[in-house]
């Protein structure tokens, strides 16, 4: 290799850990004389590949970084006001630098050993309790995936709670009310159809709930900014017996009653503009919060706080998320691991500014809203929202001229029917508002516009039956770091508490076994990529799409299969949106009643979670005394379920690393008997560039980014868990409500797929689209051969 081919090459020489001579030692130890002979021993001839990846050649760090900034250039960032649950936000840069780019909370394993992570434990706690403050419920679990997802857990959440037996669904109703975000309907909507669950949709002051509801879901303030009490209807549904969530958020909270105080049983909502970047989607933190009666059946993870053998305080996670995986298939959420480094972020967010901060914040944001609103009436224009805190809703006869006239400003609004909606946030100052009216102005054929802004505090555009009395955020962890040094000395103190890759290597588990480069984590932090909203019009991401789809072309390489949807936002998510196309396909072929899926019994506690989630049986299958899957007992169940078979959950290498040399008989006979196979991609690292799950024989297959393709795992998140399929299965992929819009997916060939077939399994088109950039770098630096 001369000088030149070895700066090309260098990414992988620092990715992969042992050189020449500890390589041998290795070997030697091993007893094999190659690396060669050890892969030939290892994985079973018959699935060996010999074909080399058809991946781009190797880049230099130096090289890529440029390259990106080339491509970053294509993306047009304009001032948003979309809204619609995304929002654009100030990080401090005590948190930016201090957590987001720090690998001291980058880089922490999920927190298992509590022992070793009591520094994010006590973060991820302050998260729940600003969680719990401000919606006024008294249990919050420490995040979820995303808003949607958040509120298709509680819906799901509450039918089991009023079904316990799903051969007998006595309730099957969930009211949805018309004014909830777009894409929290699609995911309601994915994840009630396999289950039984009913969707009525209709206007929440006009609906009559009856003893066939188990539950509804409103929005606080609605999807077009207008707020309401909910008292009246929250009342109705308890006296039918239903339970309420309230989708919500978290600063409007600081000037409104809170849900719990209105009576919901659980509120959801994102984190995201406390502190984290939009980034075309996320990742971002979700919340989940809830009423003391449902504490053994909130889905994800709770920090507790204990006491440790010396007497002293302890923190540990209690047992929400573990306690589901050990239920299986009685598990009513799978959910395993979520996005803690963003939960970190917008609770360092509350910790910095403190309750006083929060509420000016939120205050200044109402009050520019407010002379929007005013400012707008006087130029000839109406908002439909009386009361409101964020966004004036305005009806517009020619919504396409406005459209023109904004863009030329490099202004995105949010475009519905024949109205507009303008949702501002706490990066909008005076002068944004004045550029507004501007378009307005320009509309109404007038080129002078004017505002007085009141400085006054009294926020006349939210009614007093819903301004806020209750304190919030009285703790002094809320109370006590407001100066940057202050808060960077709290942050330093709980860092050090725990182990990440830039103390010592992680022994447990597989998540975190890789580098994660400093050259592939930086361009995350660009503003292309950062502020970037996820429904922005598609001529403005050009050079995501270039991104996007060179990644969907890749990881179809590496896995053997035609398409790939990077919609799902976590391994878990891609489980279930692999079981989810499974079920399609079938339902498409006349195979509606294929409803059992066999899972072997050393199978991660997620999958058996995740297909009963799909509305399927599931059926265990046994392991030998090896551990390895007994496969007469595999090929007996087969033929007994034949007739009912929707396919089978695999885990390979197994759960215990083993190659096992059945495997292609073992898809064979789910295949002979009408089934498709599921891949569990947790282990594809193994198989990378060696073997794959299209040349094994499956149909499907979910990748963990955060295991094989180098995404940190932040304390437990974030992670992405795209899918793979083959021809067969790439009709029934993922699409999204807002693909009106929005390019949702491209196909394999670059060309435009419409993914009609299947709803949205995740908030945003492209699930958490700018961590992507890392395991985009990951493949770019290290070429077919790294």
Not at 482 to 493: D, F, G, N, P, V
Not at 560 to 580: D, H, I
């Amino acid at each position: 290799m001369n000088l030149f081919e070895q700066q090309a090459n260098e990414f992988a020489g620092r990715h992969i850990g042992p050189n020449e001579k500890e390589t041998a030692n290795m070997l030697k130890t091993i007893g094999v004389d190659s690396l060669d002979e050890l892969i030939d021993r290892t994985i079973p001839a018959s699935i060996r590949s010999r074909k080399k990846l058809n991946i781009s050649a190797a880049m230099s760090e130096y090289q890529y970084l440029g390259s990106l900034r080339q491509v970053a250039a294509r993306n047009k960032v304009f001032k948003s006001y979309i809204g619609q649950g995304y929002y654009d936000t100030i990080v401090p840069s005590v948190i930016l630098r201090n957590v987001f780019e720090n690998p001291g909370w980058y880089t922490q394993y999920t927190p298992y050993q509590a022992e070793i992570a009591q520094g994010r434990l006590e973060s991820l706690l302050n998260f729940q309790t600003m969680v719990s403050d401000l919606t006024g419920l008294p249990l919050a679990n420490a995040s979820l995936l995303d808003e949607g997802t958040a509120a298709a857990e509680a819906m799901t959440m509450f039918f089991n709670l009023k079904n316990r037996d799903h051969d007998h669904v006595t309730t099957p109703k969930f009211f949805v009310d018309t004014n909830i975000f777009a894409q929290t309907k699609d995911i309601l909507l994915t994840r009630a159809q396999p289950i039984g669950i009913e969707l009525v949709t209709g206007d929440f002051r006009k609906a009559s709930l009856d003893a066939s509801y188990f539950g509804a879901i409103v929005q606080y303030p609605d999807s077009n900014g207008a707020i309401h009490d909910y008292r009246q209807f929250i009342q109705q549904a308890h006296t039918a017996g239903a339970y309420v969530v309230m989708a919500t958020d978290l600063l409007a909270l600081t000037l409104l009653t809170p849900p719990g105080e209105l009576g919901a049983d659980v509120a959801v909502g994102s984190t995201q503009r406390l502190g984290v970047p939009m980034g075309f989607g996320g990742p971002h933190a979700a919340f989940f919060s809830a009423k003391d009666d449902f504490k053994r059946s909130i889905p994800g993870r709770i920090i507790g706080v204990s006491v440790d053998a010396q007497g002293n305080r302890a923190l540990r996670m209690a047992l929400q998320t573990r306690e589901q995986h050990i239920k299986r298939e009685k598990a009513t959420s799978n959910i395993c691991t979520a996005q803690a480094l963003l939960a970190n972020m917008s609770a360092m967010y509350a910790v910095f500014h403190g309750p006083e901060g929060l509420t000016n914040i939120a205050k200044r944001v109402s009050l520019l809203t407010r002379t929007l609103a005013g400012e707008l009436e006087a130029l000839g224009f109406t908002n439909s929202n009386e009361s409101y805190f964020d966004t004036v809703r305005i009806a517009v006869k020619n919504t396409d001229t406005l459209r023109q006239l904004a863009e030329a400003r490099q202004i995105n609004f949010y475009y519905s029917g024949g109205s507009v909606g303008i949702t501002l946030d706490e990066t909008k100052s005076q002068e944004d508002v004045v550029n507004i009216l501007a378009v307005f102005g320009e509309l109404a054929g007038t080129d002078v516009v004017s505002a007085t802004f009141d400085m006054d505090d009294r926020l006349t555009n939210i009614p007093s039956s819903v301004t806020r009395t209750s304190e919030f955020l009285t703790h002094p962890v809320f109370n006590s770091y407001h100066s940057e040094t202050k808060m960077m000395r709290y942050l330093r103190s709980l860092e050090v508490k725990d182990l990440s890759l830039n103390t010592s290597m992680i022994s447990l588990g597989s998540c975190t076994m890789k580098l994660n480069a400093a050259t592939e984590l930086i361009p995350v932090s660009w503003p292309e990529f950062g502020g970037l909203h996820p429904f922005a019009p598609a001529d403005q991401w050009k050079g995501y799409r270039q991104i996007l789809t060179e990644l969907e072309n890749s990881l179809s390489e590496i896995t053997g299969f035609a398409a790939t949807s990077l919609q799902p936002n976590s391994g878990a998510n891609g489980e279930y949106a692999g079981l989810m196309t499974i079920r399609a396909y079938h339902a498409a072929n006349n195979g509606g009643h294929r409803d059992v899926m066999l899972i072997p019994i050393s199978a991660h506690g997620t999958n058996p979670a995740s297909a009963v989630m799909a509305g399927m049986k599931v059926v265990v299958v046994k392991s030998d005394e090896d551990g390895h899957i007994d496969i007469e007992d595999l090929k007996a169940k087969a033929v007994q379920y034949k007739d009912q078979l929707a396919g089978l959950m695999v885990t390979y290498p197994s759960t215990h690393g083993v190659f096992e040399e059945s495997i292609k008989d073992i898809c064979k006979a789910i295949h002979d008997n009408g089934g498709l196979v599921y891949m569990d991609g947790a282990n594809m690292n193994a198989q990378v560039g060696l073997t794959s799950p299209g040349l094994i024989g499956a149909d499907v297959c979910h990748l963990n980014l955060h295991k094989t393709f180098a995404i940190p795992h932040g304390g437990g998140g974030p992670g992405m868990g795209p899918i793979c399929v083959n021809e067969k299965l790439k009709p029934y992929l993922p699409s999204h409500v807002h693909s009106a819009d929005v390019e949702v997916r491209a196909s394999s060939n670059g060309k435009a797929a419409t993914g009609t077939q299947g709803h949205a399994v995740s908030a945003a088109p492209f699930g958490s689209a700018s961590i992507l950039l890392i395991s985009y770098a990951y493949i770019k630096m290290l070429g077919a051969e790294g």
